[in-house]
């Protein structure tokens, strides 16, 4: 299993269904330290973000916002509920 790969597909997964939900998160990336080595974790980086964007996001995960999103990018972000 390719974890490195796998992690780029996450990172762009997530990217996509934030992208449905209007929200950009400018620094989200794959974690350089994390890929390295010969056991790499993978780690996805959310990175920072200013007020705006978190108060965007926060909407975007709350229940009762996530009705009015997409098919997918609501299936996707309910994925993302409870698992930080």
């Keep these: 299993m390719d974890k490195v790969g796998d992690a780029e597909r996450a990172c762009e997964d997530l990217r996509d269904a934030l992208r449905a939900a209007g929200v950009t998160l400018p620094s989200l990336g794959l974690d350089a330290v994390s890929c390295a080595g010969s056991a790499p974790l993978a780690l996805v980086d959310l990175g920072r973000c200013n007020v705006a964007t978190a108060r965007a996001l926060a909407r975007a995960l709350r229940p009762d916002q996530r009705a009015s999103l997409t098919t997918a990018s609501s299936s996707a972000l ?4 409870g698992k930080a």
Aim: charged share 25%.
């Design 78 to 81: 309910r994925g993302l509920v």
